[in-house]
């Protein structure tokens, strides 16, 4: 049986749920956000899996850019975290290269929000206060996943876990691994985008406007707006 090859350039839809202007928008990089982000977990999960999903793209000292999706778990006046292995793909092109953009693709909304910051290793206390409210499982998980190097099969994976669930059953305490924490990105820039009918989107940029990375202020940022 033959499958019909979809065509990417007959998919369109059109952009009509709302509109982004300067009166509309909040005076502080963090209020604008938090805002976005409480209307994207508004919309449920049957409509938008994971609201706090980020593409990250980072760029190695070999300048190989890559991708990839990451949780974002704490966003507050010093920026954005999320974690990770600290030996991962990501996290090598981080140490050689700090600058990273990130954007959250809020589809049901006709949104996106696009960041370009410089990550920074959080404090192992910071690290072990998050690591200490994961679920046993992914604790686990952590300890088991060497992410990012080739292992020879998914049993390597079946096994280590077995016996790390043995030596730490359901309610004992899990050891938060050396190669495991946080990263927190300081924002350089941050733009909100609405989608708008005709393509004639909504880009409003929040960009640093002196030397401080301070979300929450907002004599540290000015607004500019964009051509869709």
């Not at 350039?9 to 202007?21: E, G, S, T, V």
């Not at 502080?28 to 049957?46: I, M, N, R, Y």
């Not at 192992?124 to 046993?136: D, I």
């Not at 979300?215 to 051509?227: G, H, N, Q």
Request: aromatic share 8%; glycine share 6%; proline share 6%.
């Amino acid at each position: 049986m033959s499958i019909d090859t979809p065509n990417p350039a007959d998919m369109r839809i059109n952009y009509d749920k709302d509109q982004l202007i300067e009166t509309d928008l909040a005076s502080t990089p963090l209020a604008q956000f938090t805002k976005w982000l409480s209307e994207a977990v508004a919309v449920g999960k049957d409509e938008l899996i994971e609201p706090n999903a980020m593409v990250i793209a980072v760029r190695s000292h070999d300048d190989v850019l890559s991708t990839r999706s990451v949780l974002l778990k704490g966003v507050d006046a010093r920026g954005l975290t999320f974690y990770t292995n600290y030996g991962s793909t990501k996290s090598n092109a981080i140490d050689e290269n700090p600058q990273v953009s990130v954007t959250f693709p809020w589809y049901p909304l006709h949104r996106q929000v696009n960041i370009v910051g410089t990550a920074t290793k959080v404090s192992r206390e910071e690290s072990a206060a998050y690591f200490s409210t994961r679920p046993h499982g992914s604790k686990l998980g952590a300890i088991v996943s060497a992410q990012s190097a080739p292992i020879d099969s998914r049993e390597v994976l079946e096994t280590r876990m077995a016996e790390l669930e043995a030596q730490y059953p359901e309610g004992s305490q899990v050891p938060l691994p050396d190669a495991w924490g946080g990263y927190l990105i300081a924002v350089e820039s941050i733009e909100f985008w609405q989608g708008r009918r005709s393509r004639l989107h909504d880009r409003l940029r929040f960009i640093r406007s002196g030397t401080s990375h301070d979300i929450s202020d907002a004599a540290a940022w000015k607004v500019i707006r964009l051509s869709p």
